[in-house]
């Protein structure tokens, strides 16, 4: 019986790096001018800022919907005073049982419109920021340009998003 091995990390990836079968594609491949090298990563067309957003919100609605339970079962336990449940699947096991499954997704609205918007924005800005650092002659994106769109992106997010959504669970 064969021996299962993973992919190749070239084999996930094909868009970002060439594969290269032949030692003549490896020196095809290494005696290609830098210029075609730099004109076949400008041709790649890249994905708009909008449709970035929309992505990060939907990640942020399957994040939400998937950490919910758990994040509920956490409170039930932490605010257990009397000591009623003896672990976390026997709190998922009673909440169901008592109140039905809908229980374990009690207040998923607000924790939804959290993830979505902070995932938007930090997906949205850093798009914006990568096609504003881009090189303005070559269309590259250094590693120092993609450091400071992702550093931005951050910052934006937990300015914009998590301070105030954190802030006002405290006055809650």
């Given at each position: 019986m064969p021996i299962w091995r993973p992919p190749h990390f070239s084999a996930l990836f094909p868009s970002r790096t060439p594969p290269l079968h032949s030692s003549s594609t490896l020196m095809a491949a290494a005696t290609a001018p830098a210029?075609?090298?730099?004109?076949?990563?400008?041709?790649?067309?890249?994905?708009?800022?909008?449709?970035?957003?929309v992505a990060g919100s939907l990640g942020g609605v399957m994040e939400a919907c998937c950490l919910q339970p758990i994040d509920v079962i956490k409170t039930r336990?932490?605010?257990?005073?009397?000591?009623?449940?003896?672990?976390?699947?026997?709190?998922?096991?009673?909440?169901?049982?008592?109140?039905?499954?809908?229980?374990?997704?009690?207040?998923?609205?607000?924790?939804?419109?959290?993830?979505?918007?902070?995932?938007?924005?930090?997906?949205?800005?850093?798009?914006?920021?990568q096609s504003a650092l881009k090189d303005a002659s070559t269309g590259d994106l250094s590693h120092r340009g993609r450091i400071a769109a992702g550093f931005g992106a951050g910052v934006l997010e937990a300015l914009l998003i998590v301070?105030?959504?954190?802030?006002?669970n405290l006055l809650i």
């Open positions: 210029s075609e090298s730099s004109s076949r990563r400008s041709n790649v067309s890249s994905t708009p800022p909008y449709v970035r957003a336990l932490q605010l257990d005073r009397a000591g009623a449940y003896r672990g976390i699947v026997h709190c998922g096991t009673t909440a169901v049982q008592t109140e039905g499954v809908r229980a374990l997704w009690k207040g998923l609205t607000p924790f939804a419109t959290h993830l979505t918007l902070k995932y938007a924005l930090r997906m949205g800005s850093n798009a914006v920021l301070t105030p959504f954190e802030a006002s």
